[in-house]
């Protein structure tokens, strides 16, 4: 999940509540690992688990060395991955995801969601080839 730090209430709750959403569907939470909308759907999911007495749930971050700078990790994180650069952190995420949610309130700049399209891209056509 990418997402950003600052925010609002209201857009902390709907992460929250995909996370939730999620935790219900057995699912652990990659993100960021920092606050905000990275921190929402590991709550909402980690709600969702504890009502499920999940006991193996997985909380994974993935940061970059200026962002753990910048902010810590939050609590909830219970595996960390610090990659050197950020296109290598975006790699990470389309490597280790399922399935990819980009949050509505993401501020990122568009860059980074076409590094991250472009990869996914490039591994489908290495799969299926168009001839």
């Not at 057995?26 to 980690?46: Q, R, Y």
Request: net charge positive; with cysteine; hydrophobic share 35%.
């Amino acid at each position: 999940m990418l997402g950003r730090s600052f925010h609002s209430r209201e857009e902390y709750e709907y992460t929250k509540d995909v996370g939730y959403h999620l935790g219900l569907r057995d699912l652990d939470i990659c993100t960021g690992c920092g606050p905000g909308a990275m921190k929402g759907p590991m709550k909402g999911a980690n709600v969702a688990h504890a009502k499920q007495r999940r006991k193996e749930s997985r909380y994974l971050g993935i940061s970059e060395p200026g962002i753990i700078a910048a902010e810590a990790p939050n609590p909830i994180v219970n595996e960390l991955v610090v990659m050197p650069d950020i296109e290598k952190r975006l790699e990470a995420f389309v490597r280790l995801g399922h399935g990819i949610i980009v949050f509505p309130v993401a501020s990122a700049p568009q860059k980074r969601y076409s590094i991250c399209w472009a990869f996914c891209y490039t591994q489908v056509t290495k799969i299926f080839p168009f001839h």
